[in-house]
C-alpha cells in the first residue's frame, strides 16, 4: 500500500461520523447493510450519510453495491487490513512493544474470529458534531 492511499484512508478515519460507519460496518460482514438502514441506526440524513460514505468509499474503506433499488455498503476488509497493517509494518517497523500494545487493548474474540465485536454506542448527535 502506497503512503498515499494510508493517508488518505487515515484522513477519512478522523472524522466522528465516519469512524462510527466503519464501526458498524465491520460486524455486518460482507452482506453489509442498505444505505437506510444505516442512517437509521445513525440517526443522520441521507444527504449526510451520502457525503461520509462517499469519503469512506473513496479512501478504500468501504465497498458498494446496488441491489434492485438499493445500495448496500460493506467494510473493505482488505482496505482496511492494509491501513493498519502500513502502520505496524511500515511505520512501527513491526515493533513489538506496538504489537503487544494491540494484543493487549483488544477484547477477547475481536478480530480472531471467535467472539464478538463490542457493541457500537451512538451518542446523541451534537452541534460540535462535524457535518
Avoid: W
Avoid at 484512508?9 to 455486518?28: Q, Y
Avoid at 512493544?97 to 467472539?115: F, L, N
Amino acid at each position: 500500500m502506497e503512503r498515499r492511499q494510508v493517508l488518505s484512508a487515515l484522513s477519512a478515519l478522523a472524522s466522528e461520523t465516519r469512524l462510527d460507519l466503519v464501526r458498524l460496518l465491520v460486524p455486518a460482514g460482507k452482506e453489509g447493510l442498505s444505505a437506510g438502514d444505516i442512517a437509521r441506526q445513525l440517526g443522520i440524513s441521507a444527504s449526510r450519510l451520502s457525503f461520509h460514505l462517499a469519503a469512506l468509499e473513496q479512501a478504500g474503506l468501504i465497498t458498494a453495491r446496488k441491489e434492485s433499488r438499493n445500495v448496500f455498503y460493506a467494510a473493505d476488509f482488505a482496505g482496511i487490513g492494509q491501513t493498519f497493517g502500513y502502520l505496524l509494518n511500515d511505520c512501527c517497523l513491526d515493533h513489538p512493544e506496538v504489537r503487544e500494545c494491540c494484543r493487549s487493548r483488544r477484547p477477547a474474540g475481536v478480530c480472531s474470529g471467535t467472539g464478538t465485536t463490542p457493541p457500537l454506542i451512538i451518542p446523541a448527535v451534537s452541534p460540535a458534531r462535524e457535518p
